[in-house]
């Protein structure tokens, strides 16, 4: 008997539920970057070796902006909505920015572009695949 996609898209799990599990992994990894960015905040955290008083004015509106969407996209992501998706997209584009054109500023870090690149090109991977296929693994026309 031979598998092909369309027999593994039959009998596995759905692409809706992948997608769903990755929401919900990418919620888990927002919540613990915030709690990070939160404790920089209060003092229990340093970032490049410096307390977050002694950061310059660049860092510290960075340190901020994300400690506010890291947890607003969590709970949007963890409660699969529309809009924690859109925060999560734009937080994840706003740090690659960040790294790349403003590297001058906030520094170069090639691994961190590369994980939130790699981030969302999976879940446009599973979206598309959740649009293509139906529940019933008919192709979607």
């Known amino acids: 008997m031979r598998t092909t996609f369309q027999h593994l898209v039959h009998k596995g799990p759905s692409f809706i539920g992948m997608l769903h599990v990755y929401l919900r992994l990418m919620a888990l990894v927002m919540l613990g970057a915030g709690l990070i960015h939160w404790a920089r905040i209060l003092g229990a955290d340093t970032w490049r070796g410096l307390m977050f008083q002694d950061m310059p004015t660049e860092w510290q509106s960075a340190v901020v902006f994300f400690a506010v969407l890291d947890l607003i996209a969590a709970i949007g992501l963890w409660l699969l909505a529309s809009w924690g998706t859109v925060i999560w997209l734009f937080r994840s584009l706003c740090q690659v920015v960040m790294h790349t054109i403003f590297s001058d500023i906030f ?14 090109a999976v879940y446009l ?3 598309y695949l959740s649009e293509r296929f139906s529940s019933d693994g008919q192709t979607q026309s």
């Open 107 to 120: 520094g170069r870090r090639p691994y961190e572009i590369a994980f939130y690149m790699g981030a969302i």
């Open 125 to 127: 991977i599973l979206l």
